[in-house]
C-alpha cells in the first residue's frame, strides 16, 4: 500500500479530513499505515537539489565529528550520555545519510529518521552555540521535518496540528467567531470588577493588536480576561483582530511550510487591515517564534519583520512596568523563592533574557529571585519543546526529557517558576505531575493581576 | 626533483589551495539565500557584519567562549594544534627563505625556539586529539576512517619537518617527504574537509548574521557565545 486513507503525502485540507484522522484514536491506524508508507525518493532528492544550499551543504560537510556538540544536548546528558543522542550524529545519521544516499532510503530508515527529529531533538538550538563551526543542528532539524513531512512521515499529532492551521487558522478546532465570543464572554465576566472594561474588536489604527494563542481560547479562557484586564489597567488603546488572532504555529513543528505561510498571511493581513501601531503576542514561544522571528521570511518580507512592529509580551510587561502604566504593590511583590524559565523560541532565538530579568526586579522582593544553572540563552529546553510535549507515541522519551528541568529547579531552590511560554509552561506542570517535586508553576498574567495597583479612576465602586 | 619540488610542484599546490579556497568561498557566498536560511542579510548589512565578526572573534580566542571553557582540555589540544599549524607554514624561518629567493620578499618569521615548540605542540596536540576520538564514547561514534586521515595529512608535514630539522637519518630524503607531504596537504585542502580553513569563517560569519540580524542580536546586549 503506497498511500494509507490517513497517513500519506496529502496535507489536510478539509474540515472533513480532519476529522476523520481525529476520530482514529490516538493514530492507531495512521501509524499502521505508515509501517508501509513508500517513499518518493525522487521528490525527496528533488528537494533537496532545490533547497539544500550552501548553508546546510556546508554545514554537513564541515562537521569535524570533533562531538563538542555532545555535551550542549539535554537529551544527550539525561539519556546517561548515549553516543546516539550526539546531535552530529542524530544529524548525520538522518538527514545526511539521506544526502548521501541521494533520497534512496526505505521506510525503516524514514521512520527512525522519524523519531530522530522529533524526540531526540526539540529545535532548542543549544548545540549551535557550541560548536566551533557554527553548526547549528537545530535548523537542520527544522530542515529534516520539512522533508519527513513532505514524504508523510510525521506524528500524528503533527499532522491534524498541521491541518487545523490549513482549515481553520488556528492549531485547535476554534473559529473566527468562538474566538471573539470567549473573549467577549470572558470580559464581561469581569466587568463589575474592571469598570470601563472592553474588548475592542478590530478597531482600526490601536496602538495593540494582541494576538493569542487558540489553547487560550480554547481551555485557558481566564488568560483572555487576564489580558484584557492588564491592558485596560495600563490604559492601553488596544484591538484584537476578529480574523488573524493565532500567533501559533503546529505548522512549524511538523515541517509544513506551506501551512506556516498560511498561518502568518493571516495575522499579517490582519496588521494590514487594522494598522496597529504595535503587535503584542501572548505568553508564547514558538508563537512568537512563528509569526514574529520566521514567519516573515515565509511570508516573502525581504526586510525579516512582519509588517507591523511586533514584540512578546514579555517585552510589553517590562515597558509597561518600566514606564509606570503598570504598577505593583510593593506589599505585595514574590516573597518566596522564585525562578524564571528562560523559552528557547524568544531568549535564545530573540535576545530577550534583559527584559525577562527586568519584569523580575519589579515583582519579586529583592533577595528572592533565584537563576535556574544553565540560564538565559544557554538555558536547556523545559523538556517539551518543538511539539514534543504533545506527541504521543513519545511520551516516555518526552517524560525522561523532562527530568533535566526538573533537576534545573531543583536545584535553584525555588518553589514557584515563573514560565512565560505556554510549551514551556506545560512542561513544568507535566514534570511536577510525573515527578511530585512540591513546585508551583505561572504563567505572568495572574501573578501581575494579583499585585497590580488598580488605578483610582479605574476601581471598583462599592 | 628537489627543483621540481621546489619549484613547479610548489606553485601549482599553492596554486590549487588558494583557488580552491576562493572558489569555495564565493560558492558559498552565493549559495546563501535570504529565503531560505530566513535571514535577511541584505537589510541589516551593518548589525550582520557586527555579529560576524563577533561570532568569529569569540571562536578564536581560547576560552573566549562557554563551549571552550566548558571542554578546557579540548581548548587546549585544539588550540595547540591550530596555532602552530597556521603560524608555522607561513612564518618559519626556512619557507621565508625559499619566499625569498622565489619572490624576493620574506615576511615577519618565527624565532627558531618558538617555531621549535609550535611544532612540537602540533604533533603532540595531533597525537591526543587521536587518541580522545578513540577514548570519548560521543566523539568515536562520529568518528570514520576519514577523519583518521585528515588529521594524518595535516600532521605529516610537521613530524617529517621535525625529522628533517633534527637531522635524523637522511636529511635531504626527509627534507624531499617534508616537502611532498605539504605539498599534498595543499592541494587537498580544497578537496576536503580541511576547507574548513576558509569555510570555519564563512560558516561562523553566518550564524554570527543569524543570531545578529534575526535572533535577538537587535535587542538587548545580543547573544553571549
Known amino acids: 500500500m503506497p498511500e494509507g486513507t490517513l497517513c500519506n503525502k496529502k496535507p489536510i485540507e478539509t474540515e472533513e479530513a480532519l476529522k476523520a484522522l481525529l476520530a482514529d484514536k490516538s493514530g492507531k491506524v495512521y501509524y499502521e499505515e505508515m509501517k508501509s508508507l513508500e517513499i518518493d525518493d525522487k521528490l525527496l532528492w528533488k528537494t533537496i537539489q532545490n533547497t539544500l544550499k550552501s548553508r546546510l551543504r556546508t554545514w554537513l560537510k564541515i562537521c569535524a565529528h570533533c562531538g563538542m556538540c555532545a555535551d550542549s544536548c539535554f537529551l544527550y546528558l539525561i539519556n546517561d550520555r548515549d553516543p546516539k543522542q550526539v546531535p552530529a550524529y542524530k544529524i548525520q545519521a538522518t538527514l545526511g545519510e539521506i544526502v548521501r544516499r541521494k533520497g534512496k532510503v526505505d521506510n525503516d530508515f524514514m521512520h527512525m529518521a522519524m523519531e530522530t527529529a522529533w524526540a531526540k531533538c526539540t529545535c532548542c538550538n543549544r548545540c549551535g552555540m557550541y560548536c566551533p563551526h557554527g553548526i547549528d543542528m537545530g535548523i537542520m532539524f527544522g530542515y529534516l521535518r520539512g522533508l519527513l513531512y513532505q514524504q508523510g512521515f510525521v506524528p500524528w499529532e503533527m499532522k491534524i496540528g498541521a491541518g487545523m492551521h490549513r482549515v481553520y487558522r488556528a492549531q485547535m478546532d476554534v473559529t473566527d467567531e468562538d474566538f471573539v465570543e470567549t473573549f467577549e464572554w470572558m470580559i464581561e465576566e469581569y466587568e463589575d470588577d474592571y469598570p470601563g472594561l472592553e474588548v475592542p474588536v478590530d478597531k482600526e489604527g490601536a496602538d495593540i493588536m494582541y494576538t493569542v494563542n487558540a489553547r487560550e481560547v480554547k481551555h485557558y479562557p481566564e488568560d483572555l480576561a487576564e489580558a484584557g484586564i492588564l491592558f485596560h489597567l495600563a490604559g492601553e488603546n488596544w484591538t484584537v483582530p476578529s480574523k488573524g488572532w493565532e500567533q501559533t504555529s503546529l505548522a512549524m513543528f511538523a515541517g509544513d511550510w506551506a501551512a506556516c505561510k498560511m498561518q502568518v498571511e493571516s495575522v499579517y493581513e490582519a496588521m494590514e487591515r487594522l494598522k496597529p501601531k504595535r503587535m503584542v503576542g501572548t505568553e508564547c514561544g514558538h508563537a512568537h517564534r512563528a509569526t514574529v522571528i520566521e514567519g516573515p521570511y515565509w511570508a516573502g518580507r525581504k526586510n525579516g519583520k512582519p509588517p507591523a512592529e511586533s514584540i512578546h509580551y514579555v517585552e510589553w510587561v517590562a515597558e509597561a512596568l518600566r514606564t509606570g502604566k503598570l504598577k505593583i504593590d510593593p506589599a505585595k511583590r514574590i516573597k518566596r523563592q522564585v525562578t524564571l524559565q528562560d523559552s528557547c523560541n524568544y531568549i535564545r532565538n530573540n535576545g530577550l533574557k534583559e527584559v525577562t530579568r527586568e519584569i523580575m526586579s519589579y515583582m519579586v522582593e529583592p533577595g528572592y529571585f533565584v537563576e535556574m544553572t544553565p540560564n538565559k540563552e544557554h538555558n536547556y529546553c523545559c523538556g517539551g519543546g518543538g511539539g514534543f510535549n504533545g506527541i504521543g507515541i513519545f511520551r516516555p522519551q518526552r517524560n525522561k526529557a523532562l527530568i533535566t528541568k526538573r533537576d534545573q529547579i531543583l536545584n535553584s531552590g525555588a518553589e514557584l517558576v515563573i514560565a512565560p511560554c505556554h510549551n514551556c509552561w506545560d512542561a513544568i506542570r507535566d514534570l511536577e505531575e510525573e515527578y511530585k517535586i512540591g513546585i508551583e508553576w505561572s504563567f505572568l498574567k495572574p501573578l501581575l493581576i494579583s499585585m497590580v495597583e488598580v488605578p483610582e479612576h479605574l476601581q471598583a465602586k462599592e | ?225
Open chain 2, 1 to 225: 626533483m628537489f627543483a621540481f619540488l621546489t619549484g613547479f610542484m610548489l606553485w601549482l599546490s599553492i596554486g590549487i589551495c588558494l583557488i580552491g579556497l576562493i572558489v569555495h568561498l564565493v560558492l558559498y557566498v552565493r549559495g546563501l539565500n535570504w529565503q531560505l536560511d530566513r535571514v535577511a542579510y541584505g537589510a541589516y548589512p551593518a548589525q550582520g557584519f557586527k555579529g560576524a565578526v563577533r561570532s568569529i572573534y569569540r571562536w578564536l580566542i581560547p576560552f573566549g567562549n562557554h563551549s571552550w571553557r566548558k571542554q578546557p582540555f579540548m581548548t587546549v589540544i585544539f588550540f595547540g594544534f591550530h596555532v602552530g599549524a597556521v603560524l608555522v607554514p607561513i612564518f618559519l624561518l626556512a619557507h621565508n627563505l625559499i619566499l625569498k629567493e622565489k619572490l624576493g620578499f620574506s615576511l615577519f618569521t618565527l624565532n627558531p625556539t618558538v617555531a621549535d615548540f609550535l611544532t612540537w605542540a602540533v604533533v603532540i596536540s595531533a597525537i591526543l586529539l587521536a587518541l580522545r576520538r578513540v577514548a570519548l564514547p560521543e566523539v568515536r561514534i562520529l568518528t570514520t576512517v576519514y577523519d583518521y586521515f585528515i588529521l594524518f595529512i595535516s600532521t605529516a608535514p610537521f613530524i617529517t619537518g621535525l625529522i628533517a630539522r633534527y637531522q635524523i637519518g637522511d636529511y635531504s630524503f626527509w627534507l624531499t617527504i617534508h616537502i611532498l607531504c605539504g605539498e599534498a596537504l595543499l592541494i587537498a585542502i580544497p578537496f576536503t574537509k580541511l576547507s574548513h580553513i576558509i569555510l570555519f569563517f564563512a560558516s561562523r560569519a553566518q550564524l554570527g548574521m543569524d543570531y545578529a540580524i534575526k535572533r535577538g542580536g537587535m535587542k538587548g546586549k545580543g547573544i553571549a557565545w
